[in-house]
């Protein structure tokens, strides 16, 4: 009898903190990119609020790629967008890192990113966990690409934040 309250209460327990850490995401917009007259890809953004402010965690950023696309030339095209949004510090910073992480992608797969409550990022694959980059601001720094008011694409952030 007590083994079974005992093996009963762990079980509550790992329910308990697992849902803790699982974060419920309400879509907060959607938004396509696309460049010239290619369609590039479907983005969405999701928070467990379904409203947008800047910084607050979690957040889960998916984007699902419309075109074949090298993982090279994802972080070049990252590297680019900090730089126009004046991030110098930072560009080339975590090359090694992301192409460690990032596949090549094929046309329909997804590359999501998901912080967590502390900001820190954490990347997947078509859904399966690819890795994390757990430098302080790192997240912050990536979804500003999308998200900073000064992003590149105004209208694709007003979409994204459900504006």
């Not at 903190?17 to 999701?46: H, I, M, N, P, T």
Request: charge should be neutral.
């Amino acid at each position: 009898m007590i083994a079974r309250l005992t093996k009963g209460l762990i079980i509550l327990i790992v329910l308990i903190c697992s849902r803790s850490f699982a974060a419920d995401f309400k879509v907060v917009g959607e938004a396509r990119f696309e460049y010239l007259f290619w369609d590039v890809y479907q983005a969405q953004l999701a928070n467990p609020s379904g409203t947008y402010q800047f910084g607050n965690h979690p957040t889960k950023l998916t984007l699902t790629y419309l075109r074949d696309f090298a993982a090279k030339d994802i972080i070049k095209a990252t590297n680019e967008q900090w730089q126009h949004l004046g991030k110098k510090e930072i560009i080339s910073k975590y090359d090694a890192q992301l192409a460690a992480l990032w596949p090549d992608i094929k046309k329909g797969e997804s590359l999501s990113f998901i912080t967590d409550e502390n900001g820190i990022g954490t990347f997947y694959f078509n859904g399966k966990k690819l890795g994390a980059i757990e430098q302080n601001g790192f997240a912050d720094n990536f979804l500003a690409i999308w998200l900073d008011a000064d992003t590149s694409e105004p209208q694709m952030r007003k979409q994204l934040i459900g504006q």
